[in-house]
């Protein structure tokens, strides 16, 4: 079963960047729909950002359209969430997430479509 971990969450002052990544164990590439999720304490999770798993096509929340960007690298099994012009109200944990296996070559921002999940990287942006 895939099994996703992320890193590169941490500390960092408002207006400051950061990068996450989500490695994937398992078979993955292409063959997997990927996304971003966040979930700040008292909060639903709400969806972030989102990337098909073949063409690269991509998808974004409007709180962070501008200021985030998804990518992955299939050969490393890899997906990225760069973050620039942070803000506190983007503190939270953050979750990456892969659909079920195949499936229409399209990003998904419902939670319902994602099948797998890693345990979360904390962000804290300060003022």
């Known amino acids: 079963q895939v099994q996703l971990v992320e890193s590169g969450g941490g500390l960092v002052q408002a207006g400051g960047s950061l990068r996450l990544s989500c490695a994937a164990s398992?078979?993955?590439?292409?063959?997997?729909?990927m996304g971003w999720f966040r979930q700040a304490p008292g909060k639903e999770r709400e969806f972030v950002a989102s990337?098909?798993?073949?063409?690269?096509?991509?998808y974004y929340a409007d709180s962070v359209k501008g200021r985030f960007t998804i990518s992955r690298d299939n050969a490393k099994s890899t997906v990225y969430l760069q973050m620039s012009s942070l803000k506190p109200e983007d503190t939270a944990v953050y979750y990456c997430?892969?659909?079920?296996?195949?499936?229409?070559?399209?990003?998904?921002?419902?939670?319902?479509?994602?099948?797998?999940w890693g345990q979360g990287t904390q962000v804290t942006v300060s003022s």
């Open positions: 997430a892969s659909t079920y296996y195949g499936g229409t070559d399209y990003p998904r921002t419902a939670e319902y479509d994602y099948a797998y």
């Open positions: 398992g078979r993955t590439g292409s063959n997997y729909n």
């Open positions: 990337i098909s798993r073949s063409r690269d096509i991509t």
